[in-house]
């Protein structure tokens, strides 16, 4: 392995919006089969790989609650995926800035960031798209897309396939309008219709939003959903879901327009926050020796 003495490697790891998602079908492993573009937005978590004990540290906004147990961290998992079976004397921080359970992908990017972490710490060779896809199944349907390090793709089976598209340049302003609730990916799919399905694949480019087949079954479990699609148009935004929900998103071309919709959006009650696509995939950067300190505050 690698002499990391005094090194740390720091990723990070960007929440994404599905433009489009649809629902074609359920498989035999009884996931769904999907198909639709993601892209990856500026909000993003912070992990950072260090020499030390064995460890996972989480530091978080006072509203960010994760499991407890190390090894239901999605984070930690990847790591420990990139790791296979050799001694892993690091440690990972976790720094959350994307709302969990809010169909914003934080979870499965915390985990294809430490993925590609851990896989630089042990000087793997560049992962072969056969690896990508096995994460699908490893840690997650969306962390493919993640793993990928692409800033828009055409993900499609169950999440297994990443194509990736000329990133979306057209409206790069987005504006994340928050529900106040959280609602988990499997009971969306669990209420999910077979007569909502689509009958057609969305169209393969990254400047369209699209539909959401999964909007008709987040609005049955949370039917406040509805006033706050009227509130958004009330604010002059144009709603779209991302993933399971329960945030919305809205594409807009300038700065000064979405900072309108933002404030629009607070003087009537509602919380939303500036962001911008991404054009790149975030990169590891390597932090040598005495600028360790200036980069980072030891927990
Ligand atoms: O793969 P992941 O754990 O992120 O998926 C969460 C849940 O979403 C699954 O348990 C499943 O109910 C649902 N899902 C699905 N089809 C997909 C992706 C997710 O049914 N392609």
Known sequence: MTDRRGTLLALEAPAKLNLS???????????????????????????????????????GGSDVELPPDRDANLA?????????????????????????????????????????????????????????????????ADVPFFAAAVPSAYVSGRGERVEPLAAATARPHVVLVDAGFRLPTADVFAALRPAEWSRQEPPRDAAVAGANDLLPAARRLRPELDDLAAAIRTAGGEPHLTGSGPTFFCLTDDAERAADLVARLAAAGVRATPTRLRTQAATIRSIAGEREHDAEEEP
């Open 21 to 59: 998602l649809a629902v074609l079908g359920r498989r035999a492993d009884g996931y769904h089969e999907l198909a639709g573009v993601m892209v990856l937005l500026e909000l993003a978590d912070r992990l950072t790989l260090r020499p030390g004990d064995e460890g996972l540290t989480i530091d």
């Open 76 to 140: 930690w998992r990847g790591l420990r995926a990139a790791f296979g079976d050799a001694e892993l004397e690091a440690r990972l921080t976790l720094e959350k800035s994307i709302p969990v359970a809010a169909g914003l992908g934080g979870g499965s990017s915390d985990g294809a960031a430490a993925w590609r972490l851990g896989r630089r710490w042990v000087a793997a060779p560049p992962a072969e798209a056969g690896e990508i896809a096995g994460l699908a199944g490893r840690l997650g």
